[in-house]
């Protein structure tokens, strides 16, 4: 099977060096799942989207900064047209935060512009159609949890996986956060499993309350929620933990953290157990001020 790129960039000079780019990656076998690479090019958003509306390639290199469209905008615009495509953007360095902003968003991956060759850009490639391939066939067997609608623990390992190499790929920190409502099984005993599933209805949205647009939100487990928060210039990761700590203990939800960065590349697995280790002094203080005031009564 060959590989049909459609290449969306308004600056000539860029079309013609990442033809030649893809000619050379063709030649030199640097794709051998396919053969032979088909590029389609246009240069603005409404010749992409008269372009997606017959035709649907492989996956598309974009520049989000074109002649009639500009930034999120033109993203949104080609994932809506072609939500089945994944999209690897083409920015300059000045672009960065744009490009991780919308890898949160669905973009598979992006490249610099004048660090493109044939390496860098066969790997994107193929990562990025068989990424999309395994997202859309995870995606096919449901990635939401049924009771409280949030995403599963298959769906946020899969996002959260994404958000860690891009957390190594900008040496930004990253954190997740594992929370747990207070007395399930308490609640479970006095007044029957539907009143605990209230609980868990309830500390969901709560949850998703309290986490912003850019955060990951999961149910990962018969009692525990995930969060994914990333370091930000106008949030850091220890204001993000104080702040949701604070907001969840409002509604007797446990939270505990874990951190990713350069010095601790810790696993995912390993920062989930962090985070609940982490949950576990929190939960022991509650029981014994509970415990000391049952006591004295």
């Keep these: 099977m060959n590989l049909r790129v459609l290449l969306i ?27 032979r690479i088909e590029p389609d090019y246009v240069a603005t958003w409404g010749e992409a989207e008269r372009f997606l509306h017959t035709i649907q390639p492989h996956a598309v290199l974009l520049n989000p900064n074109l002649g009639d469209k500009q930034g999120a905008e033109t993203f949104r615009l080609i994932q809506a047209a072609a939500p089945d495509v994944p999209v690897l953007l083409l920015v300059h360095s000045e672009d960065e935060a744009l490009a991780a902003k919308l890898i949160r968003e669905g973009a598979q991956d992006f490249l610099l512009k004048g660090q493109v060759d044939c390496a860098p850009l066969a790997h994107a490639l193929r990562n990025a159609v068989l990424r999309h391939r395994l997202l859309s066939a995870a995606r096919a ?20 996986a994404r958000d860690r190499k891009l957390a190594e790929r900008l040496d930004r920190r990253w954190m997740i956060l594992v929370a747990q409502p207070r007395n399930l099984d308490e609640t479970a005993l006095a007044f029957g499993p539907q009143r605990r599933d209230l609980d868990l209805v309830e500390a969901a949205e709560h949850l998703r309350g309290i986490a912003t647009p850019a955060d990951l939100v999961a149910r990962i487990g018969d009692r525990h ?29 446990d939270v505990g953290a874990s951190v990713w960065d350069r010095n601790r590349p810790l696993s995912l697995d390993c920062m989930i157990e962090q985070a609940i280790a982490d949950m576990a002094p929190l939960r022991e203080r509650y ?3 509970r415990t000391t005031v049952a006591g004295a009564a």
Excluded: C, Y
Aim: glycine share 8%; net charge negative.
């Design 141 to 160: 067997g449901s990635r939401t949890d049924p009771l409280t609608g949030l995403t599963n623990r298959a769906g946020f390992l899969a996002a959260a």
């Design 225 to 253: 929620f995930a969060l994914g928060v990333f370091d930000t210039e106008i949030e850091t990761v220890e204001e993000a933990w104080a702040r949701i700590r604070n907001r969840a203990a409002e509604r007797r939800i």
């Design 287 to 289: 029981s014994h001020t």
């Design 9 to 35: 960039e308004s600056e000539a000079e860029e079309v013609l060096f990442l033809q030649e780019v893809l000619r050379e990656m063709e030649e030199g076998g640097w794709l051998k799942e396919w053969p």
